[in-house]
């Protein structure tokens, strides 16, 4: 592995990072019940145990059930699931169905019977319910269906490694599908990619850069629309789940192999300079050259770009909002006078 244009990559260590984040989303946008991806998946891999799938097959299941909501033609390329025989969207398609009908967290004793119920019908015609019937004989099943570390410990006991070696770019892209998946994020990587050619950044500090500016706003997918999209003034109790957000997007991508840098890069943009941001309240001495960068790179973003609230800024104002930042010691000095040379065709 060439460490400088590689680096290690395991889409499943990806997906169990983040599934948490997923998930709040999908509740809200997919009319869900909790953990219902991570479900999907626990119950979509004992049926393939028992109908003997291949290593490579239960990953890409597992794959495929995490991230099952937002599969298309282009998205299961990228992430290299090989459905070819239709084996893995038959097993999670059947699967869905059912939690999304009954939920399987459900506790009560009836809801069970009603999928016993379900399971019965039909069988010959099925080998899915016939597996999955024997299966709920059991009272670990219905327990662990009910406990997302259960689920998960069965998961990860259930896989082979299957960590790829791939280039940073291939890490970008697959990462960019899901930081765009709350925002539009062109604008913000073209603006990155015009200050790394500035600060002329090696080949790997260019794409782990851009991979972290990718995830800098996936953490709002945790964040409900209706707070997202609010026009009026937030709330106080609103502002603090907005600043959840990248709290959340750090505990995940902290937990993801290879992305030490990464997740520092993409969950410090809200820091400030005189230890009054957050999430984490650092000041100055523990902000990097590239912590700062991203700071100035995604408030300069911000301010260029309409949201729910508030027109986008001019040149002008974003110059003037630049420069009380700077002023008062929030934003680095020398990235804000480089952005408004490079970007804003303007000295000071």
């Known amino acids: 592995m060439d460490k400088k244009k590689q680096m290690k990559f395991n889409i499943n260590n990806f997906l169990l990072a983040v599934t ?11 009319k869900v019940t909790k953990n219902h991806s991570l479900r999907i998946a626990y119950i979509s891999l004992q049926i393939a145990e ?11 299941l597992c794959a495929f059930s995490l991230f099952h909501h937002y599969i298309n033609e282009n998205n299961i390329k990228l992430l290299k699931i090989d459905d070819s025989s239709n084996k893995i969207s038959d097993i999670v398609n059947f699967v869905h169905s059912l939690d999304e009908k009954y939920n399987f967290s459900n506790q009560k004793i009836e809801n069970r019977f009603k999928i016993i119920e379900e399971l ?16 709920s004989d059991t009272i670990d099943f219905w327990m662990d269906c009910q406990s997302s570390n259960m689920m998960l410990q069965y998961i990860y006991g259930s896989l082979y490694d299957f960590t790829s070696i791939l280039t940073f ?16 994020i062109d604008t913000l990587i073209d603006i990155c990619n015009k200050m790394i050619h500035y600060y002329n950044f090696d080949e790997k500090d260019r794409w782990t850069f851009l991979i972290a500016a990718s995830l800098v706003n996936f953490g709002k997918l945790s964040i409900p629309e209706k707070i997202l999209n609010k026009k009026d003034k937030l709330s106080n109790e609103e502002y603090e789940i907005v600043k959840s957000g990248i709290y959340h997007n750090k505990n995940a991508l902290k937990s993801i192999y290879g992305f030490d840098d990464i997740s520092k ?6 820091e ?5 941001g957050y999430p984490s309240s650092f000041g100055a001495n523990n902000l990097s050259l590239k912590d700062r960068l991203m700071a100035v790179v995604n408030i300069y973003d911000s301010l260029l770009s309409k949201r729910a609230y508030r027109e986008k800024f001019t040149h002008d104002e974003v110059e003037n909002i630049l420069s009380l930042k700077e002023k008062n010691y929030h934003l680095d000095k020398a990235i804000v006078q480089d952005i408004k040379l490079l970007l804003l065709n303007k000295r000071s």
């Open 265 to 270: 890069w993409a969950t410090r943009h809200q």
């Open 169 to 184: 770019e291939e890490v970008f892209d697959i990462t960019s599908m899901f930081g765009s998946l709350e925002t539009n």
């Open 120 to 135: 019965t019908q039909n069988q010959d015609e099925n080998d899915f319910k016939k597996i999955l019937l024997q299966k």
């Open 50 to 60: 028992q109908l003997n799938f291949e290593p490579k097959e239960m990953f890409d």
């Open 272 to 276: 400030q300079l005189d230890g009054k």
């Open 20 to 30: 948490d984040i997923l998930d709040v989303r999908d509740c809200e946008k997919n």
